[in-house]
């Protein structure tokens, strides 16, 4: 615990111990040792699955979550079983904002890519609006594809919505990331031989008019949360070389470079050049 606390200043973080609302209580070890936590049941989609030695961290409910608040924390009313369960357990909340997992509702879909295609999308001279549908169609397509066919313990959509209710109360979600559990040797070259797998973060992206207002570090925090459900211990994302802002956004993270591009593949093809950067989950006792 004084190991997560270090990572997260003005962490606050509370645990519940009641097991009558579908949990089942662990003992941690390690340096948390005599710390009880509260994993939820199969109700959790996803969430359900503890590996090795880490243990899941629950938070009790509450209608308003403290800043710095990491882990996975509930909503006021707190419906632990049917299907609706996931959609209200968030996995950080911090500077006014909540991180949980998207909800495999049409409307939320939608929403969600919404959000990534107005990030990336580069604007056309000509026809702007007829290619942004059309890329907003592709970015929908394939978000739909691999919420359906990735388990729930090797691909998430995690979304970022306000602590409290925005001023325009139709546009819920304000950033999202995706999560996938890969296996890249080029990628696990670069780490400990212990590493047969690790979570890539990739898509991340903020509405234009909420940028700089620090969504994209929680939404980092929820990945690093996720690496705990999971149990994986290393993080890895790519990020354009040229792009500092960015890097500067993964460096205050955790992430640290460890390759690059080959020079043939920005020479010769004429591609950006990016970068490789990984990240040990610091939240692993």
Request: include cysteine; glycine fraction near 6%.
């Amino acid at each position: 615990m004084a190991h997560l606390l270090r990572s997260y200043p003005n962490t606050s973080i509370k645990f519940c111990t009641e097991s009558s609302h579908g949990y089942t209580l662990l003992k941690k070890r390690g340096r948390a040792r005599g710390v009880n936590f509260i994993a939820p049941k199969e109700s959790f989609s996803g969430y359900s699955e503890i590996r090795g030695r880490n243990s899941l961290v629950q938070s009790c409910s509450s209608s308003t979550s403290p800043a710095g608040q990491v882990g996975l924390v509930e909503s006021e009313s707190c419906p632990v079983n049917g299907t609706k369960a996931a959609e209200l357990v968030y996995l950080a909340s911090e500077f006014g904002w909540k991180v949980r997992r998207l909800a495999q509702i049409g409307d939320e879909i939608r929403e969600a890519a919404r959000v990534q295609a107005q990030a990336f999308h580069e604007p056309a001279f000509l026809f702007n609006d007829f290619f942004f549908d059309f890329f907003q169609a592709e970015v929908l397509a394939g978000l739909m594809y691999k919420l359906r066919n990735s388990p729930s313990n090797r691909y998430a959509c995690l979304v970022a919505e306000a602590a409290t209710e925005i001023s325009n109360s139709q546009q819920r979600l304000v950033g999202v990331v995706d999560v996938t559990v890969l296996r890249d040797q080029n990628v696990l070259n670069h780490l400990p031989p212990d590493a047969e797998e690790y979570l890539y973060v990739s898509g991340i992206a903020v509405l234009e008019s909420f940028r700089r207002r620090k969504i994209a570090t929680v939404l980092l925090k929820a990945c690093d949360m996720l690496s705990i459900l999971w149990g994986f211990k290393y993080l890895v994302l790519r990020a354009y070389e040229d792009d500092f802002g960015a890097r500067e956004l993964y460096s205050n993270a955790g992430y640290r470079v460890v390759s690059g591009d080959p020079s043939w593949l920005t020479t010769w093809i004429g591609r950006k050049r990016r970068v490789l950067m990984v990240k040990q989950s610091n939240l692993l006792a």
